[in-house]
């Protein structure tokens, strides 16, 4: 800010000395020296040039000296001082001081572009207060945390390193990290991931991270060297300059020497034409707005929680046209969960009972679907979860392998388990034509019913299919290492058509590869997976998406782009995202080069004055970056 302040000093300082130069009347403020009042006036027009463009001339000075030659400094340095040489005093001063005027407004441009981005991703945590051995806490810097330090976090603080909670409970804000507004709720036992903002009560974390290690760290580290991967359009716009600007350098030095020497055309004419004509040459306008589009583009995902690692999976997510879905962990819950509790004929006990009966059979179990009947009590039955380690005091648990539990509980017995076990025990427990796990459950001889458990969708997978659908994305394919009947109802739940089921990882691969060998069919193929088990496919497949990835190390190496908060709908909105920073990137491409083109021909017709030139290489600039700030607000 500073730095544009000064700018703008020097600007404001060199106008109102050109027009002083402009008005007044030299002849007779030179009346002592009448022949000298010419020398007066180009005296006020360089040091007015001098104050707007010394650092324009001696940064071309210093790129020359770096043999950098054909940047913009270089032309509006040639074009100004020529127009200096052929008596073009005003004219010279004025482009230089115009040209400021377009570099200021650029600069403004840029820092709103890198301030919004850098609003949008403020979860840099300043600080950690440590908790010291003698119960003290003291304020230092996240950097200087070890793994197993206690931090204390208060209200309105952010999370300096991930950690587990010890101590306290609170609501934490994650919007910065995952873009979703709800606040969630944290106690004891839960994880907690840095950059997250505390909003009530106070918490202690003992941290499992260094910070250089932290999820924050490594958001941060993702979004800052988004930029060294550059697109396709980036690398040609780069590659074009280098070959346009010697070119309309060459032409401009025909334009001033073959018309006098071979068609007795005035020197001085066709001169001021040729420095017309590299005034308006300068590609800044394509150079800076393009780039600029796509940060744009890769900040306003960032602000949504989806993190694009470089802009050219920016512009392969836009060419999308098949997307490949892993099933658990990215459309379902990837968890065990009970979907349905079902009573026997004849049994009048509640189903939220028999639920308390089977998790108090299984609490000593670490299986998953014995951990999925303990979360569904703690759901249903509050009250029955809270007293669940003191009531399974007395209770004797023997595991029957292979098939399930025989506990005691008020010395009745209780077995929960499979069909085999209700065999064992004389029930006939008839065959169940449900998809899922079935965990039957009896007590005293007698059957109760059973338990249906499976992986649950996730409530916004099937409107994120259809999100996809209207985006004309025409292949969706779902691979699973599930059973065909288990794929098949997810499949028809969400809305997906084609599905592969019972596949190990080498054979998820092998579908990847035979639709990639075919790219008249299936287009540029994106891959969304969980990024941790399915990393050869994420690394195969055109763009590696990875679902659920918050504080996932596995999940940020291995993929292209990443959705913080675990929801498919983030595919959609990443590819909005990716359309328009596209559009706007076009959008600049054309009008630069149409406005370009045409200017340059009117300076070379000599229709062209200097002025209108400059505004062709500035003002074009400026309107470019302007249209390309957009990308920030998808």
């Not at 950690?128 to 309105?156: F, H, L, W, Y």
């Not at 350098?249 to 001169?271: C, K, M, N, T, Y």
């Not at 579908?511 to 069919?521: G, H, I, N």
Request: net charge negative; aromatic share 6%.
């Amino acid at each position: 800010m500073k730095a544009m302040k000064k700018e703008l000093g020097r600007i404001i300082a060199a106008l109102l000395i050109l027009i002083a130069a402009m008005l007044l009347p030299w002849e007779r403020v030179m009346a002592f020296s009448p022949e000298n009042a010419g020398n007066a006036e180009l005296i006020a027009y360089l040091i007015a040039y001098l104050i707007v463009g010394a650092p324009v001339v001696r940064e071309a000075v210093g790129n020359i000296g770096h043999g950098q030659i054909f940047d913009e400094n270089f032309l509006m340095t040639l074009a100004t001082v020529g127009a200096f040489f052929v008596g073009e005093y005003p004219e010279a001063v004025g482009v230089m001081l115009f040209y400021q005027v377009g570099e200021l407004f650029q600069s403004y441009a840029v820092n709103r572009s890198r301030t919004s981005i850098a609003e949008l991703m403020d979860i840099r945590p300043d600080s950690a207060n440590k908790r010291m051995e003698d119960g003290s806490i003291r304020t230092v810097k996240p950097q200087e945390i070890a793994v197993g330090d206690v931090i204390v976090v208060r209200p309105g603080e952010k999370v300096p390193l991930d950690g587990s909670v010890i101590k306290g409970n609170c609501n934490i804000d994650t919007s910065a990290l995952t873009g979703e507004s709800i606040p969630q709720s944290i106690a004891p036992g839960d994880s907690v991931i840095s950059g997250s903002i505390v909003l009530d009560g106070m918490v202690e974390v003992r941290a499992e991270k260094l910070f250089r290690e932290s999820t924050v760290s490594k958001i941060l580290e993702l979004v800052e060297n988004a930029s060294d991967k550059k697109a396709k359009t980036e690398n040609f716009i780069t590659r074009f300059a280098r070959v346009y600007t010697p070119t309309v350098v060459a032409l401009a030095v025909i334009l001033a020497i073959v018309p006098p020497l071979l068609f007795q055309g005035e020197w001085s004419d066709w001169i001021y034409r040729a420095l017309s004509f590299l005034v308006v040459s300068c590609p800044c306008a394509l150079v800076i707005s393009v780039p600029l589009s796509f940060f744009g583009g890769i900040g306003a995902a960032s602000s949504r929680g989806i993190l694009i690692k470089g802009s050219n999976y920016l512009e392969t997510l836009a060419d999308c046209r098949t997307i490949v879905f892993d099933k658990t962990g990215t459309l379902t819950e990837g968890k065990f969960s009970v979907v349905d509790v079902q009573m026997a004929k004849g049994i009048f006990m509640q189903p939220k009972q028999m639920l308390k009966m089977a998790a108090y059979a299984e609490y000593y179990s670490t299986h998953p679907i014995s951990q999925s009947l303990k979360e569904a009590l703690r759901q249903q039955d509050r009250d029955a979860f809270d007293r669940m380690e003191s009531a399974v005091k007395n209770i004797t648990v023997e595991e029957i392998a292979g098939r399930g539990i025989h506990a005691k509980i008020n010395q009745d017995d209780v077995y929960v388990g499979n069909e085999k076990l209700m065999q064992q025990i004389g029930i006939s427990a008839e065959p169940l034509n449900v998809v899922g796990t079935t965990v039957h459950v009896a007590l005293q001889g007698q059957y109760l019913g059973y338990i249906l458990i499976r992986d649950r969708v996730k409530p916004d997978s099937k409107e994120a299919i259809a999100l996809l659908k209207e985006r004309a994305v025409g292949h969706l394919v779902m691979l699973t290492g599930d059973q065909e009947e288990i794929a098949k109802k997810i499949a028809e739940e969400i809305g997906i058509s084609e599905y592969h089921a019972r596949l190990l990882p080498a054979d998820k691969v092998s579908y990847v590869e035979q639709m990639l060998a075919k790219p008249e069919v299936y287009g540029k193929l994106a891959f969304v997976g969980d990024g941790i088990n399915d990393a050869p496919v994420l690394a195969r497949a055109d763009l590696g998406i990875a679902m659920g990835a918050l504080g996932s190390d596995a999940a940020i190496e291995a993929a292209d782009i990443v959705l913080m908060d675990d929801n498919p709908k983030g595919i959609a909105k990443a590819i909005d995202i990716a359309h328009k920073t596209i559009g706007i990137v076009k959008q600049n491409i054309v009008f630069a080069i149409a406005v370009k083109i045409i200017v340059l021909v009117l300076a070379a017709l000599g229709w062209a004055p200097m002025w209108l030139a400059i505004f062709a290489d500035v003002g074009v600039a400026v309107l470019a970056i302007l249209n390309a700030l957009r990308a920030l607000q998808v």
